[in-house]
């Protein structure tokens, strides 16, 4: 089966504290693995990709295979950074690319 | 030189009518998509096309019909429309045949209030 799950809907956090949004997923293959951000009244846009290995905007997230997971990092939130995250699967072995339920992320000043 | 272009932006109609929401990409992608964003915020796939052929059909009502004049446009036609369609539906586009690992670019959505 092919999902994706994001545990929490909220997160709060105050400016300068770090942030993980959780992403576990269940495939029975070579995952693709991303992840996508919606600012506010802004299109749905892709912040980045496992295959990249690179950080955008501060944010960095690595597959751990051993745990399927695929959890998005900062070291210091910004309040820019307020937005809704979904994290997305899709693989080798299917033509669909399935979002979890997204976690909206508020940095407060 | 917007890369994916939905309209109406909002669209307000009263339940039993039809109505289509157009897109448009400028990317020369293959493929194009339509995916439902309900009142929670949950993001669905709903339909894929790749140059014209639909390779995706999720379980969605036979009301909802995507038609695909081009590799450029996916349109979506809702027939007899219900309050539960009440959502913002975002057009996509990837470059290859595969939304499941091209990174997908979207459309601003377009949302839909069913009275």
């Known amino acids: 089966a092919q999902r994706v799950t994001q545990p929490e809907k909220l997160l709060s956090v105050f400016k300068g504290a770090p942030v993980e949004l959780k992403c576990n997923y269940s495939?029975?293959?070579?995952?693709?693995l991303f992840w996508y951000v919606q600012y506010s009244r802004q299109r749905l846009q892709l912040l980045l990709r496992?295959?990249s290995r690179e950080s955008i905007k501060g944010f960095t997230a690595d597959l751990n295979k051993g745990e399927t997971s695929f959890h998005l990092k900062k070291p210091f939130a910004q309040e820019e950074d307020s937005a809704m995250y979904y994290c997305?699967?899709?693989?080798?072995?299917?033509?669909?690319?399935?979002f979890g339920t997204g976690t909206r992320l508020q940095v407060f000043p | 030189d917007t890369a994916v272009s939905q309209t109406p932006k909002y669209l307000v109609t009263q339940m039993g009518n039809d109505k289509s929401i157009k897109c448009e990409q400028n990317l020369g992608h293959d493929t194009m998509y339509w995916y439902k964003q309900d009142s929670k915020k949950f993001l669905k796939i709903m339909f894929s096309?790749?140059?014209?052929?639909?390779?995706i059909n999720e379980t969605v009502p036979n009301r909802f019909s995507p038609k695909s004049p081009d590799k450029a446009h996916l349109n979506l036609h809702i027939n007899s429309l219900e309050l539960g369609d009440s959502a913002v539906y975002f057009c996509?586009?990837?470059?290859?045949?595969?939304?499941?690992?091209?990174?997908?670019?979207f459309g601003n959505g377009t949302r839909l209030t069913v009275t």
């Open positions: 495939y029975s293959g070579s995952p693709e």
């Open positions: 496992h295959i």
């Open positions: 997305a699967l899709g693989g080798y072995n299917t033509d669909k690319l399935i």
């Open positions: 096309y790749n140059n014209k052929e639909l390779i």
């Open positions: 996509a586009s990837s470059q290859d045949g595969s939304g499941s690992k091209s990174p997908l670019h």
